[in-house]
């Protein structure tokens, strides 16, 4: 088992529509939780990180934390073209894990 | 500088040569983290610095890599007679490290080198 899974998608969604990218984890130790964004060819870009269970929102994006169920997601709204790249989870556990990332496409 | 700076951005080299790539981090950032990653693959950790700790070199995939990071600042990834499996981009990260919780602060990424072994 991964430390950190994620569907690769891709997945696709209309602009203006909400994006929810999902990711489970596997050490129930973990501490932090962060979403990367990155796009083709180039470095990954931190978008948000969540420390405590519930939700944190800041602009369009909302991260959401689960410890029980060893779940992250990752809410998008009001998509747009530019969103389309690959987000990438990270937990610290004993080490600091990145999923494999999920590709979204923002179909104008 | 504003960001983590990687040098150079691309790297060709023949197969049994030893590359070393570079990485300057953000002024202050005590942690450091080395990065493989394949193409179309997630991240690979390498190896991890803290302040003056010993570092985590759990990830190293073998012998032939090593890693130093000098006066707690630059750092450079070194990889011993290169073979074609290591072409990648090699991303560095740093971050600011609190005291308890020095893995638990987010990481700011350099633009990577993209090592390409021939």
């Known amino acids: 088992q991964k430390e950190v899974e994620q569907n690769s998608g891709p997945l696709s969604v209309p602009e203006g529509a909400i994006a929810s990218l999902n990711c489970t984890y596997s050490d129930r130790g973990s501490q932090s939780f962060f979403w990367y964004r990155q796009y083709s060819g180039k470095s990954p870009e931190l978008i948000m990180f969540i420390y405590s269970n519930g939700d944190k929102e800041d602009g369009r994006f909302t991260a959401q934390l689960n410890k029980a169920s060893q779940y992250v997601s990752l809410l998008i709204r009001d998509s747009q073209p530019s969103d389309s790249a690959t987000y990438l989870c990270a937990v610290n556990g004993n080490q600091f894990y990145f999923g494999t990332g999920t590709s979204l496409t923002v179909i104008p | 500088g504003a960001g983590v700076s990687q040098s150079p951005s691309n790297k060709v080299t023949e197969k049994g040569k030893d590359v070393e790539l570079r990485c300057d981090p953000i002024?202050?950032?005590?942690?450091l983290y080395w990065y493989r990653q394949s193409l179309g693959q997630g991240l690979e950790f390498l190896i991890y610095?803290?302040?003056?700790?010993?570092?985590?070199k759990s990830g190293l995939p073998s012998d032939r890599f090593s890693a130093e990071r000098t006066g707690g600042s630059v750092s450079t990834l070194t990889i011993q007679r290169t073979q074609q499996e290591d072409s990648a981009v090699y991303l560095c990260?740093?971050?600011?490290?609190?005291?308890?919780?020095?893995?638990?602060?987010?990481?700011?990424f350099g633009d990577g080198t993209r090592l390409s072994i021939l």
């Open positions: 990260a740093s971050s600011l490290a609190k005291a308890l919780l020095p893995r638990n602060q987010p990481q700011h």
């Open positions: 002024s202050g950032h005590t942690a």
């Open positions: 610095f803290q302040g003056n700790s010993a570092p985590d």
